[in-house]
């Protein structure tokens, strides 16, 4: 089944207590496609970047299936760039740049080859284009998943709700979703964020994992503990590349489904954190991906 995704293809710059980084190719929807590609989906990609892009980069995205149609490339205009620096847990980090540039007269044109999606992964985004999105395409895919942060909630939280109301899968961190429903309890936040539209929500703990929720079912999958983590950028697109891939490449969304996709989408995430940049999702292979499903089984099962 055809996955489309759309949100931003970025230069970052990102400081962890293990390095620093000048200006390196990230961008949630280049986590996102990376990931739900290696699950056999070729993303349909719909995102804006500069002339100052690298070629190199867009080669390899078409190297790795992406189909780049919906691919604005502006003359004369600077890519989206994004800088960030994580707390000594790796769990936090402070947004230290966000210079919008192209992202600033984005119009996300839908290209008639991708009208027929079924899957659709709203990443990162201001959410009046996300909205834009959802509202640009003829017929409703199935599953429509959303991603957003902090960022969004502080500059348009009316944008932000709009969009929220229309999708289906609403995925954001611990500290966003209490931000967002203004509950403590993560149990009260989910019904209180399920109530404002998405009928799913996943809650990304980082290094404590995932938890998500559907009315009353609730599922809990752990990251996967790991020697090294040098840098959780893009953890959380790689995270909904996986759920989304997975699920368009089975095309089943049924909750028992959305359990493995969550353990995919966890499984995956846990090459992006190991590496600066997107250079270790970009290298997993089939093989590599299934030794890490094979650990998160045993990580997760017990007898009782
Ligand atoms: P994550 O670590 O999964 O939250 O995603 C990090 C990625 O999101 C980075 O590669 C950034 O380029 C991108 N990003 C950072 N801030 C924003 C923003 N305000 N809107 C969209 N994407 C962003």
Redesign the pocket.
């Known amino acids: 089944m055809s996955l489309l995704i759309i949100?931003?293809v970025?230069f970052?710059a990102i400081e962890t207590p293990f390095g620093k980084t000048d200006k390196i190719v990230?961008?949630?929807a280049?986590?996102v496609g990376y990931s739900a590609a290696k699950l056999g989906v070729n993303p349909k990609l719909v995102a804006v970047v500069g002339d100052d892009f690298p070629t190199e980069t867009i080669n390899d995205l078409k190297n790795a299936g992406f189909d780049l149609e919906g691919l604005q490339v502006k003359k004369e205009e600077k890519t989206?760039f994004?800088s960030?620096k994580y707390h000594n847990d790796m769990n936090s980090r402070d947004?230290l740049i966000?210079e919008l540039n192209v992202l600033e007269s984005f119009n996300p044109v839908i290209p008639d080859s991708y009208q027929d999606c079924t899957y659709l992964m709203l990443g990162?985004?201001a959410p009046a284009l996300q909205t834009q999105v959802i509202n640009s395409l003829k017929n409703r895919p199935k599953l429509i998943a959303m991603d957003t942060?902090d960022?969004?909630m502080d500059i348009a939280m009316d944008d932000l709700k709009e969009a929220i109301s229309k999708v289906d899968v609403l995925t954001i961190n611990d500290e966003e979703a209490r931000q967002l429903s203004g509950e403590y309890s993560l149990l009260t936040a989910a019904e209180k964020i399920q109530s404002m539209g998405p009928r799913y929500l996943i809650i990304k703990k980082g290094e404590h994992g995932a938890l998500l929720f559907h009315g009353k079912e609730m599922f809990y999958a752990p990251a996967l503990p790991l020697a090294f983590v040098k840098d959780?950028?893009?953890?959380?697109?790689?995270f909904a590349g996986g759920f989304m891939g997975y699920l368009a490449s089975t095309d089943d969304v049924s909750f028992e489904n959305m359990k493995r996709a969550v353990v995919y989408g966890s499984a995956l995430a846990s090459f992006t954190v190991e590496e600066f940049g997107t250079d270790n999702i970009k290298a997993v292979t089939q093989k590599d991906l299934e030794a890490r499903m094979d650990a998160f089984k045993a990580l997760m099962s017990f007898k009782h």
Do not use: E
Request: proline letters at 4%.
């Open positions: 949100g931003t970025a970052d990230g961008g949630s280049t986590y989206f994004w960030g947004t966000t990162n985004l942060m960022f969004w959780p950028t893009g953890a959380g697109d790689t």
